[in-house]
């Protein structure tokens, strides 16, 4: 099931990474020059500024450019301009402070021409269980992309929810949005309810505000409240809503569990500023312009 509003027309044009440091993706790349050298006669670097972005066409770092463009990640992007694999205007480029101006400048990998990036894609799914939150999944199992299809963009999740939880994710072909948002230092908030097994008491609960370790590192402080418990079966069921503001493996389960309440059930609500607000589990839809210009701000 999907809806689809319509795109953020505001989108800015970046693509995500992943590629290996050693081998750039070719997306973003056009195809090889015959003779495999540069253009005899090219046009200088253009002037820059430091402070200029993308937005003002002025000229970005390079890796920054690279993995706008969906050639590398910014870190891959990095060896491949270290490896000297990297011209702008003909001149090979080995700092990692050099700029360029997309699509201004000729940007060369391998001597592959660097397209212009298109405008990225911003996704919200409500995951239903049962779906691994990967682009591919070596098992074999259901992937969340299978819940998405039709989508020309190379988008990939922001973070990552169980198998087994419900809820909000983004996807984004945006790497550069992706990677702040999932950075512990920008205090993103996610809002998960949980429905754990009996009933936390008041010490519990503060226990799990100021944190509990995790493979010897304690968790954030978060917020913790306590909701409605519900007496059905043989053993009362407490629904929790927890906000963390860090994302490790399994946290809010690892939480609850190690202070005797197991998860019973849990789904993400509320990302940022984003919130499910009336999304059908296992339904998506783009983000509207304001929602990315919210959480960009949210970044800084
Ligand atoms: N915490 C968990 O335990 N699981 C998730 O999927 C997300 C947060």
Same mark, same amino acid.
């Given at each position: 099931?999907?809806?689809?509003?319509? /795109?953020?027309? +505001?989108?800015?044009?970046? /693509?995500?990474?992943?590629?290996?440091?050693?081998?750039?993706?070719?997306?973003?790349?056009? +195809?090889?020059?015959?003779?495999?050298?540069?253009?005899?006669? #090219?046009?200088?670097?253009?002037?820059?500024?430091?402070? !200029?972005?993308?937005?003002?066409?002025?000229?970005?770092?390079?890796?920054?450019?690279?993995?706008?463009?969906?050639? &590398?990640?910014?870190?891959?992007?990095?060896?491949? @301009?270290?490896?000297?694999?990297?011209?702008?205007?003909? #001149?090979?480029?080995?700092?990692?402070?050099?700029? &360029?101006?997309?699509?201004?400048?000729?940007?060369?990998?391998?001597?592959?021409?660097?397209?212009?990036?298109?405008?990225?894609?911003? @996704?919200?799914?409500?995951?239903?269980?049962?779906?691994?939150?990967? $682009?591919?999944?070596?098992?074999?199992?259901?992937?969340?992309?299978?819940?998405?299809?039709? @989508? $020309?963009?190379?988008?990939?999740?922001?973070?990552?929810? %169980?198998?087994?939880?419900?809820?909000?994710?983004?996807?984004?072909?945006?790497? %550069?949005?992706?990677?702040?948002?999932?950075?512990?230092?920008?205090?993103?908030?996610?809002?998960?309810?949980?429905?754990?097994?009996?009933?936390?008491?008041? !010490?519990?609960?503060?226990? =799990?505000?100021?944190? #509990?370790? =995790?493979?010897?590192?304690?968790?954030?402080? &978060?917020?913790?409240?306590?909701?409605?418990?519900?007496?059905?079966?043989?053993?009362?069921?407490?629904?929790? @809503? =927890?906000? =963390?503001?860090?994302?490790?493996?399994?946290?809010?389960?690892?939480?609850?569990?190690?202070?005797?309440?197991?998860?019973?059930?849990?789904? /993400?609500?509320?990302?940022?500023?984003?919130?499910?607000?009336?999304?059908?589990?296992?339904?998506?839809?783009?983000?509207?312009?304001?929602?990315?210009?919210?959480? $960009?701000? +949210?970044?800084?």
């Amino acid at each position: 099931m999907k809806s689809r509003p319509s /795109r953020p027309s +505001s989108s800015r044009p970046r /693509r995500p990474g992943g590629a290996r440091p050693s081998k750039p993706s070719g997306r973003g790349l056009a +195809s090889s020059r015959p003779g495999g050298r540069p253009a005899a006669k #090219v046009p200088r670097p253009t002037a820059r500024h430091a402070d !200029e972005t993308p937005e003002g066409g002025g000229a970005i770092r390079l890796q920054k450019l690279l993995s706008m463009s969906g050639v &590398a990640s910014r870190r891959a992007a990095e060896v491949l @301009i270290g490896e000297g694999r990297v011209t702008v205007n003909g #001149v090979t480029v080995t700092t990692l402070g050099a700029k &360029a101006t997309p699509g201004v400048d000729d940007v060369r990998v391998d001597d592959r021409r660097v397209k212009a990036a298109p405008p990225a894609r911003y @996704i919200m799914l409500n995951k239903p269980k049962g779906y691994v939150t990967t $682009r591919r999944d070596p098992q074999k199992r259901r992937t969340v992309m299978d819940l998405i299809g039709g @989508i $020309r963009e190379y988008v990939y999740p922001v973070g990552r929810l %169980d198998f087994d939880t419900e809820g909000l994710l983004i996807l984004t072909s945006d790497g %550069d949005l992706a990677a702040k948002l999932t950075h512990p230092r920008h205090d993103v908030p996610r809002v998960y309810e949980a429905i754990v097994t009996g009933v936390p008491d008041d !010490e519990t609960i503060d226990i =799990l505000r100021r944190g #509990v370790y =995790l493979d010897d590192r304690r968790t954030r402080e &978060a917020g913790v409240t306590r909701g409605a418990t519900v007496h059905t079966g043989r053993i009362p069921t407490t629904k929790l @809503i =927890l906000t =963390l503001f860090e994302g490790r493996n399994r946290q809010v389960r690892e939480m609850c569990a190690q202070v005797g309440h197991p998860v019973r059930t849990l789904q /993400r609500v509320r990302y940022g500023s984003l919130t499910l607000r009336g999304l059908p589990v296992g339904a998506w839809r783009d983000l509207t312009t304001d929602e990315v210009e919210k959480l $960009r701000e +949210s970044v800084g």
